[in-house]
């Protein structure tokens, strides 16, 4: 679906969810080669800058929540095609983020993709705050009882976070090279929007980094938990085997077809045969209970 917008300095054309045909009509009305249109297909396209004849290709990635993903909090490509005068965003989905730019943000080209980094920094800030929630949430009811489902849910967010700081760091590159590009950089307003995106996405590494260590300290305690629990309960599973072959072994014995002690007082055997293992049987519990194996 496109979208076009007249500005003073420029024109915006949105594409979002394209078809076929809308690919067919950037390739011939705007002029956009297919390696290009390819490129932009591709849902693991990594950011990168790219300059061709007639425009640059700018692609970063966004965080975005997709439940037909494997990974519900991922990332999503946004390409930017910026030539002469005009300025063409494409995504695969839809880029709620470019909502939230205001006309007045979009006085000059530069400064319009500037802003544009700038927001996908402050959501990628936005999306991992609602990460560390879900994440602490888990954490209060593995605390109660170690359950499956929690463990999967931080596994997903662990997905996320390596998907962030991948997106975060291509982000970081394709910002450096903007600056380092001849007239890109080129008012006090766009030096400042490019120090803001700089800051917000370093406090962004700086969150998922922290975050990443503050996940893999939880994974690693609840890991302990668990192999301790399976310890403990092995153990017990073998001081009962233990306790339980106690009476096996002495019944198993007085039952068979020799002479055995008592044999000529059969009230009395049994008396005296149930008090041993009974006895045994105590000591043992006895024993296991100091140790607090059961």
């Not at 120090?195 to 998922?208: F, H, M, N, P, W």
């Not at 085997?241 to 002495?250: E, G, Q, S």
């Not at 055997?269 to 045994?280: D, E, G, P, R, W």
Request: a negative charge; hydrophobic letters at 45%; proline letters at 2%.
């Amino acid at each position: 679906m496109f979208v076009t917008e007249k500005l003073k300095t420029f024109s915006w054309v949105n594409v979002g969810n394209p078809d076929h045909e809308d690919f067919e009509k950037l390739q011939v009305k705007y002029k956009i080669d297919e390696d290009t249109i390819s490129d932009i297909l591709d849902p693991d396209e990594q950011p990168r800058l790219e300059v061709e004849d007639d425009y640059k290709v700018i692609i970063v990635r966004f965080p975005i929540i997709n439940r037909e993903n494997d990974t519900l909090w991922h990332t999503e490509p946004l390409s930017i095609i910026l030539s002469a005068n005009r300025v063409i965003t494409v995504c695969r989905k839809r880029c709620d983020l470019l909502d939230k730019i205001k006309k007045s943000e979009k006085t000059s080209r530069e400064e319009f993709i500037l802003n544009i980094m700038y927001y996908i920094a402050e959501s990628y800030l936005r999306m991992l705050k609602e990460l560390n929630k879900r994440v602490l949430a888990s954490k209060r009811v593995l605390q109660e009882r170690i359950r499956k489902k929690e463990l999967m849910d931080l596994l997903e967010v662990e997905n996320s976070y390596t998907l962030y700081m991948a997106g975060i760091r291509g982000n970081v590159a394709v910002l450096d090279k903007l600056e380092k590009m001849r007239g890109f950089v080129k008012t006090d307003e766009a030096v400042e929007l490019a120090e803001d995106a700089r800051i917000e996405l370093g406090q962004a590494t700086e969150v998922v980094t922290s975050y990443s260590k503050m996940l893999k300290s939880i994974k690693e305690t609840f890991e302990s938990v668990i192999n301790m629990d399976s310890n403990t309960n092995i153990n017990r599973l073998t001081m009962w085997n233990i306790i339980l072959v106690v009476p096996t072994v002495i019944v198993g014995y007085y039952g068979m077809n020799m002479k055995l002690p008592f044999a000529e007082y059969e009230d009395t055997a049994l008396v005296i045969f149930i008090f041993i293992m009974v006895m045994l049987m105590v000591f043992a519990v006895f024993g296991a209970v100091r140790r607090r194996i059961v």
